[in-house]
């Protein structure tokens, strides 16, 4: 495990890992959460926990009948027209433009902060996105290669 070797280099951070309360997994935390064991991991869980604690704000909100009379106001204000799925984000792109990817703001916040820890210096955003484009692209070209390999033994070997 990637953050055992870490921990194993540098012990002073043993004191940010701390565990998801909500699914259990290992991830580290910054210094001013150390020792913290209340909290729930970048991965999803802490997402998933606001929209849930908004949702139900939202829900107290309008569940009395003032907020009811108030709903159904916004409700009627709405105009009742059809709305086209969104267009998939992956439709064909000019060519000659590099891809660009959306990672998750939650992730790169943590792969910064964790990074920052490790390297005892403030990594930034834009270098964690350098990082992680480069990361991505050594893994389509390992990819290619497979994909590469396959296609000339199935050249060789038709099946
Ligand atoms: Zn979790």
Not at 129 to 156: G, I, S, Y
Request: charged residues 35%; proline residues 8%; contains cysteine.
């Amino acid at each position: 495990m990637v953050l055992r070797s870490v921990l194993r280099a540098k012990p002073h951070l043993r004191a940010c890992l701390t565990r998801c309360r909500h699914c259990g997994i290992f991830f580290l935390t910054h210094p001013r959460n150390a020792h913290r064991h209340d909290l729930r991991c970048p991965f999803g869980c802490r997402e998933a926990h606001r929209k849930r604690a908004s949702a139900r704000r939202s829900a107290a909100y309008y569940g009395d009948a003032e907020g009811k009379r108030i709903k159904s106001k916004l409700n009627e204000r709405r105009p009742r027209k059809y709305c086209a799925p969104e267009p998939p984000s992956d439709r064909p792109r000019p060519p000659g433009r590099r891809r660009r990817v959306r990672w998750n703001p939650l992730l790169v916040e943590y792969v910064r902060m964790v990074a920052s820890l490790i390297e005892g210096r403030r990594v930034s955003r834009r270098q964690v996105l350098r990082m992680l484009a480069r990361k991505l692209r050594q893994h389509t070209l390992c990819r290619r290669r497979r994909m590469d390999q396959t296609v000339a033994w199935l050249h060789e070997e038709p099946p």
